[in-house]
C-alpha cells in the first residue's frame, strides 16, 4: 500500500484504524451513558457500533502530531486543542445544518455555549497521549499483520455499510424533523379551530344583539305593532342563531376531531429509528419546535409517564373550554 508522505500511513491502514478507533469510541459512550443512566443506549449518530467522530479524532492526531508523538506536554496540549476545535466544528455545523442541538455542555463548568467544556477537552488530550503513545503502535502493528486481502474486504464491506448507514440516519431525522414540525401545526390549528370559532360565535350574537335592541328601541312609535313584529322577529332570529350555533359547533366538532386523530397517530406511532435518536441524544432538541419534541419524547421513551402526557391530553380540554365560553 502506498504510504502518504507527511502521514507515514497508508489510506489503508488509516481507514482500518479509524474503524477500530470508532467502535472504541463507541464501546467508551455506552459505558459513560450506562454509567450516568443506569441503562444500555446505542450511543452515537449511526445504527452501527461505531462512533465516527471519535474515530476520526484519532486518526487526526496520529497524523498530525506525528513529529512529537514521544513527547507528553507538547502532544497532550496539542491533542487538547484539535480535538476541542474538531467538536466545536462538529456541535456548530450539526446544528446548523439540522437546526437542533444534539448535545449541550451548558450544566458543566467553563463550557463555551454548549458545544465544547474544559472536563471534556482535558479527557481528550490525556486520552490522546495513551493512545498514540501506549496502544496506537500495537493497533499499526496488528494492522500490518492482517492479510491484505483480510484487510480490504474489511474496507469494502465497512465503506459500504457506514454509506448505507449514514444514509438511513440522515432519513431517519428527516423524518423526526417532520414529525416534530407536523406535531407543532396540529396543536397550532387545534387551537385556531377554537378560537375562530368562538370569534364568530360571538361576533354574530353581538350582531343580533344589535337587532333586537333597534327593535325594542322602536317600539315607542307602534308599540302594539311592533310587539307581535318583535317577538316574531326575535323568534326567527333566535332559531337562525341557535341553527348558526349548531353548524358552526358540529363543523368545529368535525375538524377539531380529524386534528386530535392525526395528532395521536403521529404521536403514537411506533417508530424505531427516533425512539433510538431519542435515546442516543438526551439532550437534543430543536430551535423552533422544542415542546413537540419534547412530548414526542416523553411519549416515546417515558410511555407519556410524564408531565407532557397531561399537556397531550389537555389540548382537546383547552379547546371544549374555549367552545363553551363561546356559547356563553
Request: hydrophobic share 45%; aromatic share 10%.
Amino acid at each position: 500500500m502506498q504510504v502518504i508522505p507527511f502521514a507515514g500511513l497508508s489510506l489503508y491502514q488509516m481507514f482500518l484504524m479509524f474503524c477500530f478507533w470508532s467502535f472504541i469510541g463507541w464501546c467508551i459512550e455506552v459505558i459513560d451513558m450506562t454509567y450516568e443512566t443506569g441503562e444500555y443506549q446505542n450511543r452515537g449518530f449511526l445504527n452501527m457500533p461505531i462512533c465516527p467522530i471519535e474515530g476520526l479524532g484519532v486518526v487526526m492526531v496520529t497524523v498530525f502530531f506525528r513529529p512529537i508523538a514521544n513527547t507528553i506536554v507538547p502532544l497532550f496540549v496539542a491533542s487538547t486543542i484539535l480535538c476541542t476545535a474538531f467538536e466545536l466544528f462538529v456541535g456548530w455545523g450539526m446544528e446548523k445544518l439540522f437546526h437542533a442541538r444534539w448535545w449541550d455542555y451548558s450544566n458543566m463548568k467553563f463550557n463555551y455555549k454548549g458545544y465544547i467544556c474544559l472536563r471534556n477537552s482535558m479527557l481528550f488530550g490525556a486520552g490522546c497521549v495513551v493512545v498514540i503513545r501506549y496502544v496506537q503502535p500495537l493497533v499499526l502493528k496488528a494492522i500490518n499483520a492482517m492479510p491484505v486481502k483480510l484487510g480490504m474486504s474489511i474496507v469494502i464491506i465497512m465503506s459500504v455499510l457506514i454509506l448505507l448507514d449514514t444514509v438511513a440516519s440522515l432519513m431517519a431525522v428527516r423524518k423526526l424533523q417532520n414529525k416534530i414540525k407536523r406535531l407543532d401545526e396540529l396543536s397550532k390549528l387545534m387551537l385556531s379551530v377554537s378560537v375562530k370559532t368562538g370569534k364568530k360565535l360571538a361576533s354574530g350574537t353581538l350582531k343580533v344583539k344589535s337587532n333586537v335592541d333597534k327593535i325594542i328601541d322602536a317600539k315607542d312609535n307602534v308599540v302594539e305593532k311592533m310587539t307581535d313584529v318583535k317577538d316574531n322577529v326575535v323568534e326567527k332570529v333566535a332559531d337562525v342563531k341557535d341553527n348558526v350555533v349548531e353548524k358552526m359547533q358540529d363543523m368545529n366538532e368535525y375538524n377539531l376531531e380529524k386534528l386530535r386523530s392525526e395528532y395521536e397517530r403521529l404521536i403514537s406511532e411506533k417508530d424505531t429509528a427516533t425512539e433510538r435518536l431519542l435515546r442516543a441524544f438526551p439532550k437534543f432538541h430543536s430551535h423552533n419546535y422544542s415542546e413537540s419534541l419534547q412530548l414526542l419524547r416523553d411519549k416515546m421513551l417515558y410511555k407519556g409517564h410524564r408531565h407532557s402526557s397531561d399537556e397531550t391530553e389537555n389540548q382537546p380540554e383547552m379547546i371544549e373550554e374555549s367552545k363553551e365560553e363561546s356559547k356563553v
